[in-house]
């Protein structure tokens, strides 16, 4: 990685008259994962993770309980990249055209006029998205997949940076509705985030004492550089042996007995390029099996559907299907 260096100002696109010093971009990684876990405290491999998700160029879903910080953590990292950001209240209310947007016509000219809703922004935070009705939901579709929206026979392109990190409950839990395979299927990685340990709680309780920690969190990155470094993760070497042990995995969750359906050929593209991340954050400019192994379960997970489990329990026993399958596989050397 020290051989990859621009500078801030190429990052954002710039031509300045004097141009800024050249930094190296694994310094900057590393400085934003300390950044984020200096405010997220007690789980640094969830902020790895997520740092994963974005250089990866993917969108992030993050699941568990009121109360254990799922909205902090996304409203975390999109303070380290910087631009612009919208957070979206998902209720059973909201209706389509409140996140996308409508057409009202213009007096006078007796034109429709097109007003973007919140969704026209480069991180969107979906909070509690399995509040929304399932019509609501369906709307992310497409801007999720093709980073554009149609409105009125009309195609309005979203911003090469759109990213949505989504915070939802339980689905067992009153007043939801769970996402549909084809909403989950959109993004590349679900975390469950889980309480915090007792020392980590302690420093949460001493750190909220004169505010919020957050409100102090500095950028680290811009969107021009966070685009330049997901372009750089795409470059990272994939041994041809390692794709086949990719491969096999994503195979055996289709033969398992106890999965009804198996991870999809999108799947395996999204755990293929998360483990090219995982490699780049580790300076690495190749992929190793630990990449591939700590990634399935955050990975394909919310992929799976189980024969036998509904539900609340259907998270915790895909994920324990996905750790007995890769430790059936046999490890590349």
Not at 78 to 100: C, K, M
Not at 216 to 233: C, D, W
């Amino acid at each position: 990685m020290a051989s990859v260096t621009f500078s801030a100002a190429q990052a954002i696109g710039e031509s300045p008259a004097y141009p800024a010093p050249s930094v190296d971009p694994q310094v900057l990684l590393r400085e934003a994962l300390e950044r984020v876990g200096a405010v997220y405290l007690g789980k640094p491999d969830l902020v790895r993770l997520a740092l994963v998700c974005l250089l990866a160029d993917g969108h992030l879903l993050l699941e568990d309980v009121p109360g254990t910080g799922k909205t902090l953590l996304a409203r975390a990292l999109a303070r380290v990249v910087g631009g612009s950001f919208h957070r979206i209240q998902f209720t059973p209310d909201l209706l389509p055209s409140d996140l996308l947007g409508t057409s009202i016509l213009a007096e006078g000219t007796g034109e429709f006029v097109f007003h973007p809703g919140p969704i026209f922004a480069q991180f969107v935070l979906a909070d509690e998205i399995n509040r929304a009705s399932p019509r609501t939901q369906s709307a992310l579709l497409e801007a999720m997949a093709d980073r554009q929206v149609s409105i009125d026979g009309k195609t309005h392109p979203l911003d090469p940076t759109f990213c949505v990190l989504a915070t939802q409950n339980p689905h067992e839990f009153e007043g939801t509705y769970p996402l549909p395979e084809s909403q989950l299927d959109r993004f590349l990685m679900r975390l469950r985030l889980g309480y915090p340990d007792r020392q980590a709680e302690r420093a949460i309780l001493e750190g909220h004492r004169l505010g919020e920690p957050i409100e102090k969190l500095q950028q680290v990155l811009t969107p021009g550089l966070l685009m330049r470094l997901q372009a750089e993760t795409r470059t990272v070497r994939f041994d041809p042996a390692l794709a086949d042990y990719l491969l096999e995995a994503v195979e055996a969750t289709r033969r398992h007995p106890e999965v009804r359906v198996g991870a999809s050929t999108r799947a395996a593209l999204a755990l293929y390029r998360a483990a090219q991340a995982s490699a780049l954050l580790d300076g690495r400019r190749f992929v190793v099996p630990d990449d591939i192994k700590r990634l399935v379960v955050p990975v394909l997970s919310h992929r799976l559907l189980l024969r036998n489990a509904h539900g609340p329990e259907h998270g915790a026993q895909a994920e324990a299907v996905l750790a007995r399958l890769m430790d059936s596989l046999a490890v590349p050397t």
